[in-house]
């Protein structure tokens, strides 16, 4: 029979226990779904072009890098799957404004508003495919509104507000098409992101706008793109159905406003959580 | 120029299957220690019960979000939820205790010494077994997991005083108990 021990015994013995688990647990886990291997889907365009980017790949980077922004638009425009590159940084156009005819009655705008706000069901069952619904929405965002366009696609969106000042948007679009047709710019940079496992594209930035209206009522109007904007999104395909996932706020902030702390602001991991959440 | 884009310091999200192999590569002594100390049964069942644990755990990642001690809380959540479920109306007790493998004790202990302390290990894991499972799971993080005062304050939602006085207690009770347990080997 020992000796009783005392109270700073008895935490050494408890110090000294330390169980640990077999190989056995570890050999068991290498099946776990974490450990098995991608199978990546790509729709029979994304393949095609993938593999149309692959063999080009080399070719594209070294002329990218020695011709100037015209060639590096037609580089990105064969690795960009889901995005039409402009062939310019820029557009300009102008215009006269015409005089307004007349207002728009209040009810008309208010039964606009109002046929805005469809539940998710109705846009469901108006839907072409069948939808998914991010089961991960960061804290404050609530479904605010949503539409179901002539081809079946759905948008929703998402909003938070921070006071009565600011608000924050976050757009999901899924369809057939939602990505077609949609521009960005000669030198937006388009990054490769995965998405449980798919591969879909990323692009902060968006088309920025500045009007001059001259002396003689001519509107001219230069639209940029630009890099470091608040709004950036997400895209990528999986069974045949093109998905987009935005984010934007009621003002546009630049990255240097302190944005990454701003409440509700929304960085790629998050939209890649929101993305890998739809289900 | 394109200017940096400066992502914020966000929590960490166990969402991709590397980030989540990472957190059990991480995580999963600290969890199967954890599910000994709650039901001290075969080596085989703990370890059934830490694979569950880290299954459940993958299935709910979507809706986590925190640091990594955060993610070890959560597991131990997921665990305690299932010991309650399987173990509900099963006392626990340590079975098949091989005390050789999972005592770490000196290079330089003497053959007598050891002896000691081989007795002395057993007398208090089966002590450890009778304590109420609250007092067990405080025992077991702060212990044989290693977790500050404060840090069990946290996970328990009790004042880190109210753990350091319950712990000062549990000890007393272990010392003054010791004989009779003892004598009941």
């Known amino acids: 029979m020992t000796q009783r021990p005392e109270e700073k015994d008895i935490e050494r013995l408890l110090f000294q226990i330390q169980p640990e688990p077999d190989d056995s647990l570890h050999e068991r886990m290498q099946s776990a779904p974490w450990n098995q291997a991608d199978t990546i889907e790509f729709p029979q365009k994304s393949r095609y072009l993938l593999r149309a980017a692959a063999t080009l790949l080399i070719t594209v980077l070294l002329v990218s890098l020695f011709f100037n922004t015209p060639v590096r638009s037609v580089a990105q425009q064969m690795l960009s799957i889901f995005f039409t590159i402009s062939p310019d940084e820029t557009r300009e156009h102008s215009f006269e404004r015409p005089e307004p005819t007349a207002t728009i009655p209040a009810e008309v705008i208010q039964a606009t508003v109002e046929s805005r706000r469809p539940p998710i069901e109705t846009l469901a069952a108006n839907a072409f495919v069948e939808i998914k619904l991010p089961q991960y929405l960061p804290d404050g965002y609530v479904y605010e509104s949503g539409y179901t366009d002539e081809s079946g696609n759905v948008f929703m969106t998402f909003s938070f507000a921070e006071g009565d000042r600011v608000r924050r948007f976050l757009n999901i679009h899924q369809g057939n098409d939602v990505t077609h047709g949609f521009e960005i710019g000669a030198n937006a940079i388009v990054q490769q992101v995965s998405i449980n496992g798919v591969i879909g594209e990323y692009v902060q930035g968006t088309w920025m706008t500045e009007e001059v209206t001259e002396t003689d009522g001519t509107v001219n109007m230069t639209t940029r793109w630009n890099n470091d904007t608040e709004l950036h999104f997400l895209s990528w395909s999986l069974d045949g159905v093109s998905y987009q996932i935005f984010y934007q706020s009621s003002l546009y902030f630049t990255l240097d406003d302190g944005l990454p702390d701003a409440p509700g602001y929304l960085t790629l991991d998050d939209l890649i959580a929101i993305a890998e959440s739809m289900e | ?185």
């Open chain 2, 1 to 185: 120029m394109a200017k940096n884009i400066t992502m914020p310091d966000i929590a960490q999200q166990y969402i991709s299957k590397s980030a989540f192999a990472s957190l059990y590569e991480h995580t999963n002594r600290s969890v199967y220690r954890y599910v000994y100390g709650l039901i001290g049964g075969s080596k085989q069942e703990v370890e059934d019960i830490t694979a569950e644990t880290f299954l459940k755990a993958w299935d709910a990642r979507k809706r986590f979000k925190g640091n990594m001690q955060q993610a070890t809380g959560w597991l131990f959540t997921i665990a305690k939820r299932i010991v309650i479920d399987r173990w509900r109306k099963r006392k626990v007790r340590p079975q098949n205790v091989n005390l050789d493998e999972m005592l770490v004790i000196a290079d330089d202990a003497t053959p007598e010494e050891r002896t000691t302390i081989m007795e002395q290990s057993r007398v208090l894991v089966s002590m450890l077994y009778d304590l109420p499972d609250d007092k067990r799971e405080i025992i077991v993080l702060r212990y044989l997991l290693n977790w500050s005062v404060n840090s069990i304050a946290e996970h328990t939602g009790k004042k880190p005083n109210t753990i350091s006085v319950t712990i000062r207690r549990i000890l007393q009770d272990l010392r003054d108990n010791w004989s009779d347990y003892q004598e009941g080997e």
